[in-house]
């Protein structure tokens, strides 16, 4: 109440040295738009070239927070207010006149606008028979959060990201030689987290975009070479700013191997009709193959063969060394069906690339006196199809 009453005998010092004047001119703006939980906001009316009698005599001001009216110039409308809210004229000079506002302790209820509105009073015979309303000016009030989540994906071949559920400080990828574009998206942020795509201690090049909510940034940084036979950390920083410990981290260890994958299909025995038939296929020339990622799938059917016994299959494998694998598509009784379907075998590491080698059983004739039995290579076309 007492900066109330010093606020007043200002404005009355000043009203007795006043001219009026008819047009006016108001500016409204604030410290900051955005402001942390429990932090202060403070705001500004400015009407300047006003001296304080035209102000008294001819306007009205006032401030509201949302819909709620707070004050008549810096004079509360119930001392309520004055709990959260602070007002007072801002280094007072005589014809250049400030209103400040504080909402102190700032919370999600709070978000909105502060507005300065403003009236023109009109006289009759001393009495105000109206007042017109000259400007509503106002300032958003937006509280900073954090961010609420995290998606990094080395690129977009690869299905597999990080994301919250990734915490370990290094996430170990193995990919094969070649262009990768990163792209890190960071959701739920105010106002919007500012994003990178560090390569060990360089930062990749590459474009923001504010995606519809506005509240989801994503960067994507430009394909860069990454050569075989080498290793290097892939971080995604982002942080909002203005909120202290915002920072968020993810960082794959990216493991380029040497080499690139390859396949050699042989048949292991002679192929005749409604006998056994066996496939052989070696998987080489990249270190750290393993047995466990291998499978077989039927084409007619989309039927897939994981390592073990199926009904008239058997696949098997074994490791040669740390960079062959040789496996088996065993049929245990060949029908005239096999002859019309192709057999894929499937490298399937989701971590980089998955790759298939697509063959055909060849069809061996028999007549009625003799089976012939000729040992040859495969006689269907090979195709191999990279799936990204």
Sequence with gaps: MEKQQITMGFLIYMLMHGLVRSEYTFKVWSQSTWVNPGDSYVAYCNIPDVEALDIISNLEVMWYHNSQQLTNLCVFLSSELTFRYFCNVRLPQMYNISLEITLTNVQKTDEGNLSCVVYE??????????????????????LREPIKSMRFKFDQSIEFSLTDENTEALHPLQVFPGRYAPTCQVNGSKPTANVRIMMDSDLMNGRKFDLDDKMSTEFVAEETDFRSNSKVNVMCSAEVDGVPNSEMQRTYQVLVRQGDLKFKCTNSSAIVNNKRHKIVCEVYNLEGIACNKIKWKRGDTGEDY???????????????????????????????????????????????????????????????????????????????????
Excluded at 121 to 142: E, Y
Excluded at 335 to 343: C, D, H, P, R
Excluded at 351 to 375: D, H, K, W
């Design 306 to 388: 994981s390592l073990g016994s199926y009904n008239n299959i058997n696949v098997a494998c074994r490791e040669i060394t740390n960079s062959k694998i040789e496996t088996t598509l065993e049929i245990l009784q060949v029908a005239a069906e096999y002859f019309k379907t192709s057999l894929s075998v499937i490298y399937n590491d989701p971590l980089f690339q998955t790759r298939e080698f697509q063959l055909c059983i060849p069809q061996e004739y028999t007549n009625s006196v003799v089976a012939l039995q000729t040992s040859f290579v495969l006689l269907c076309s090979i195709v191999l199809a990279f799936i990204l």
């Design 121 to 142: 009073k009109f006289w009759k015979n001393k009495t105000k028979v109206r007042g017109d309303l000259l400007a509503m000016k106002s300032v958003p009030i937006q």
